[in-house]
Nanobody
Framework: QVELVESGGGLVQPGGSLRLSCARS????????MGWFRQAPGKEREFVAT????????YYSDSVRGRFTISRDNSKKTVYLQMNTLKPEDTAVYYC????????????????????WGQGTQVTVSS
């Protein structure tokens, strides 16, 4: 049974930083593509970033590219999302996701391609 547990969310002022973590149990972590999605109130869940199993390929949404960095430590079975220069529009529940199979590049931003999901962690950017 695969389980994902996020941590690191909270309240931060605009321009501040947070680092989210997602710890995984079960399965073979190193073989999974890991991603972050977010959902703001009244909006659909949207892609934020994803990282391939080897960690050499990363992908970002246009809204976070240059501000957020996704990384992973396969020895700790953990994926991270470093969020810098946060904006009020980054406020959302952030979800960690994992896929046990290869995702073609054209579909990597689709939530439907990810089999496993965490419970989410709230990020609020406000002064």
């Amino acid at each position: 049974q695969v389980e994902l547990v996020e941590s690191g969310g909270g309240l931060v002022q605009p321009g501040g930083s947070l680092r989210l973590s997602c710890a995984r149990s079960g399965g073979t972590f190193s073989t999974y593509t890991m991603g972050w999605f977010r959902q703001a109130p009244g909006k659909e869940r949207e892609f934020v970033a994803t990282i391939r199993s080897t960690g050499t390929n990363t992908y970002y949404s246009d809204s976070v590219r240059g501000r957020f960095t996704i990384s992973r430590d396969n020895s700790k079975k953990t994926v991270y999302l470093q969020m810098n220069t946060l904006k009020p529009e980054d406020t959302a529940v952030y979800y960690c996701a994992a896929s046990g199979s290869h995702i073609i590049l054209s579909a990597i931003r689709s939530a439907r391609m990810y089999n496993y999901w965490g419970q989410g962690t709230q990020v609020t950017v406000s002064s």
